[in-house]
């Protein structure tokens, strides 16, 4: 059942600022609130200050990454009638960067409540984001898959410009002739049309910086293919 807060009991301190903090963030009463204390339980916290008899939110983070691509799929699903795949693919995939979900833990706070270790508090805003997906794996146990979702999508607008983030991830193919130019490499595509085993025609676009490919992607446009192979490219060039 969940108490009001007025009637619940804390252990300590810590848990009542969880509590505050999960319902102030997710707009969502916690019921388990076990959950919420070991989603911001890093595993250095687990094993050096609590002898290994606590768990960590290795567990929780698992499933809330799971859950966070779930709930960001369905939303683009339904934001973009008209996306194919591999667009949606390349959008979903800033949404949930590491680097974004990181600050967004930030912007909430979580760095302040994520328990760990002295050596590992040094690096508590580059692991928050971890915390924050094992958050969503809390919420999704506590409050299941509806209300995780809405919560979920509510927290993605607060703490982001989504629309923002939406409309400046739209167009791959100019922020890659933007990328190219500033490394001073010549940017070509090679985009055939092709036709699949059942007939269907689509198009397949390969991306280069100089001789180098960077991206590659398929579409039923030209344009569309691409676009998904700028998104792939982009995407490659990060990760170096």
Known sequence: MNLPEIF???RNERERLIYRSVKRVFEVRPGDLSL????LRHKSAAKNIH????????RLEFLGDAVLDAAVADYLFEKFPDAEEGEMTQIKSRIVSRTNLNSMAARMGLPELLETDAQAAQAKDSIAGNALEALFGALYLDAGYPKTRKATLRVLKNYNDLGALLTEEADFKSRLY???HRVKKELRFD???KTAKGGDKYFLSQVFFGEEKVGEGRGSSKKRAEQSASGQALENLNAR
């Not at 919420?36 to 989603?39: D, E, K, L, N, R």
């Not at 002898?51 to 960590?56: I, K, Q, R």
């Open 8 to 10: 619940r009991k804390f």
């Open 36 to 39: 919420y204390v070991t989603a």
């Open 51 to 58: 002898n290994g008899n606590a768990p960590s939110n290795e």
């Open 178 to 180: 933007e990328e190219a």
């Open 191 to 193: 985009t055939e049309a």
